[in-house]
């Protein structure tokens, strides 16, 4: 009987110490995934400033006024923002209601079948394509087959392909979070599937979709490399036609054939350069690039954040 | 709506007190329901015709590429100067560099990542998560250029300091950075995986008086594995396909990358090279971007596949 309380309060010594290496090894894990944190949260501030420091101080009027130059201190990105908006606007035409409609087909229509599993897997591996690789198929398919140049239009429908992906499955994503009740009150009313999807599921999946969209524009709006295979020009110093025209019919799509640059092209164009100067052009191009995608992804989050609000 | 309210035949006629839709409107609805249907499946199905679309012409191209080459040099040969008057065409110059700054991106990113899921799935306040969440998405939706620029003008330099024979264009930095780059997708999705394992393994291991860091590394980790897997091998993919800071960063020499502290050219940046410069399109030279684009597809896409097949794994587990 004593034995045995010894033995016990022996292993209850140990058990102890056991317990304490345990939670002390836990502690240590936290600390550790705290400071990595810190880290990885450091180094976008670290990025961020950098920009800020070296590219604030060359933003004035002139430089959104101004086009590209051979004068550091006179170049500008009129050009480079006038084409990132045009080729957005491109994007968006074509990326968001086609993802849309893929996503609704895979998660309303789409029959359980061979045909549709091979849609699905092609999504997601497109989703893992490099973008480099876009530019390359643009380069084939567009500008050598269809001999359509290196256009505003080539630029879109280019990056339009490669954020298909992230629209489609924001769209799914959408639908499914919609609860069943709201299919099958409606099929009970007498709709049909179409007036379902309409009516109903679309508007109730606007918020996610939205978010979808928005966050392909932002990959978008950054993108360089698919650009840069399909041949775009980097030294533009002209505007393209302008979308609206006061003689009728007051809407003008010549500025779809026109050659063009982008933000990321001109910025990239820059740091090439050997003069110090451009590359405060190039960071000040850095900090407006930067701007745009921080303030798109952060609308992105606040949507996101909203819609599980209103789902609690 | 607008649309259907001009164009649609009048949705019927009130009878005994409830609406009858006329055969006319029904006809319409049916017909109208088969055309939208159709127009949605051509919209999924193009995603079909994109692949299809590279497989071709990255195929095509290579081969006009391979007539030329024989594909045993392409892979052997240890030196690749394609504008040069004897050109020579080996392929693992560019993908030594692409392997180089890939394995520094993952030694960087692996570690931190799986820390930071475990930290924000196991550890982590729901109000701590719900602020850093958005905080890694901020970080991925950087651009790549803006980060090439961060890598050669703000990181190698101070890197210089205290890396005595660090060049200018080096493959350490830049794979730091792909490291940074590719960090947010690695967490996301082990996480991601890490949240899919039940809480009754976790309450169960509880029970028996593991420790939250026990629970993670004995219950939850194996039950995620197939996910983590999945995470990795998705980071490795993009690491592979990133462009930009390589480009910027990591210098278009072409040579066999065994010095990270030295520059040398990957997949990707000799793509851009070659595209930036004015070389005829149907010039040898020319043609090496699509055998070379077709080497990069392939590697990501049995990277992608893996990934796809593991991630599917986890999630018909649980």
């Known amino acids: 009987m004593s034995t045995e309380v010894s033995k016990s309060s022996v292993e209850g010594i140990d058990e102890q110490r056991l317990v304490q290496k345990a939670n002390r090894q836990d502690l240590r894990f936290a600390v550790t995934g705290f400071l990595v944190l810190v880290v990885a949260m450091a180094a976008l501030l670290a990025l961020v400033a950098d920009f800020m420091i070296d590219g604030v101080p060359r933003i004035s009027v002139d430089f959104l006024t101004n086009f590209p130059s051979r004068r550091p201190d006179q170049a500008g990105i009129l050009s480079a923002w006038v084409g990132t908006v045009l ?69 879109g429908m280019t990056l339009a392909l490669l954020i298909l992906p992230i629209i489609i499955v924001a769209t799914r994503e959408a639908l499914r979070s919609i609860p069943l009740e709201i299919r099958e009150a409606a099929y009970g009313l007498g709709a049909d599937k179409w007036q379902v999807v309409r009516m109903y599921l679309l508007p109730a999946a606007r918020p996610g979709i939205l978010t979808g969209a928005i966050v392909g524009m932002s990959r978008a709006i950054g993108e360089t490399a698919p650009i840069i295979t399909i041949g775009a020009l980097t030294f533009i110093a002209f505007l393209p036609p302008a979308p609206l025209q006061p003689e009728p019919p007051f809407i003008n799509f010549e500025w779809l054939n026109s050659p063009f640059t982008v933000l990321p092209i001109q910025m990239f164009n820059w740091i090439s350069r050997p003069q110090a100067g451009f590359h405060v052009a190039a960071a000040a191009a850095g900090v407006i690039l930067l701007l745009l995608t921080l303030l798109m992804n952060g609308l992105a989050i606040y949507i996101r954040y909203k819609i599980r609000r209103g789902q609690k | 709506m607008t649309i259907e309210a001009i164009t649609a035949p009048s949705a019927g006629a009130v009878q005994y007190g409830r609406l009858v839709p006329s055969e006319a409107f029904l006809r319409w609805r049916a017909i109208s329901g088969r055309v939208v249907s159709v127009i949605l499946f051509a919209a999924a199905a193009l995603s079909v015709f994109v692949t299809a679309s590279i497989v071709y012409i990255l195929v095509y191209d290579s081969v006009l590429f391979f007539r030329q080459v024989s594909i045993i040099d392409f892979l052997t040969d240890t030196e690749w100067t394609p504008v040069f008057d004897n050109p020579r065409f080996g392929i693992m110059t560019l993908v030594s560099g692409t392997l180089m700054t890939t394995l520094i991106g993952l030694v960087v990113a692996v570690p931190t990542g799986t820390i930071l899921a475990i930290y924000l799935s196991e550890f982590a306040r729901p109000r701590v998560r719900e602020f850093i969440k958005p905080i890694l998405e901020l970080l991925a939706g950087v651009p790549t250029v803006a980060f090439g620029y961060f890598a050669l003008f703000f990181l190698t330099p101070i890197f210089q300091g205290f890396i005595p024979g660090l060049s200018t264009f080096n493959l350490l930095v830049p794979g730091i950075v792909i490291g940074i780059m590719i960090l947010p997708y690695i967490v996301s999705v082990a996480e991601d995986a890490m949240r899919a394992v039940p809480d009754t393994l976790r309450e169960g291991a509880y029970a028996l008086g593991f420790t939250r860091l ?82 990069l597809f392939l590697i990501t896409l049995i990277f992608n596949l893996i990934a796809f097949w593991l991630r599917r794994k986890y999630r018909e587990v649980y």
Do not use: C
């Open chain 1, 87 to 155: 080729v957005m606007l491109t994007t968006a035409a074509l990326a968001v209601p086609i993802g849309m409609a893929a996503g609704v087909y895979l998660e309303e229509y789409a029959p359980k079948n061979w045909m549709t599993d091979i849609i699905e897997i092609n999504v997601t591996n497109l989703a893992g394509v490099p973008s480099i690789i876009y530019g390359l198929l643009a380069l084939g398919l567009f500008v050598q087959t269809l001999r359509l140049g290196q256009t505003i239009l080539v630029a």
């Open chain 2, 214 to 295: 026990q629970t993670s590394v004995k219950v939850v980790i194996p039950g995620a594995f197939s996910g983590v897997t999945a995470a990795y091998i998705l980071g490795m993919s993009r690491a592979v396909g990133e462009t930009m800071v390589v480009a910027i960063a990591a210098g278009q020499q072409a040579r066999i990358a065994y010095d990270p502290l030295e520059g040398a050219a990957t997949i990707t940046a000799y793509i851009v090279q070659i595209s930036l410069g004015d070389l005829p399109h149907n010039s040898l030279a020319y043609l090496t971007i699509f055998a070379a684009g077709l080497t």
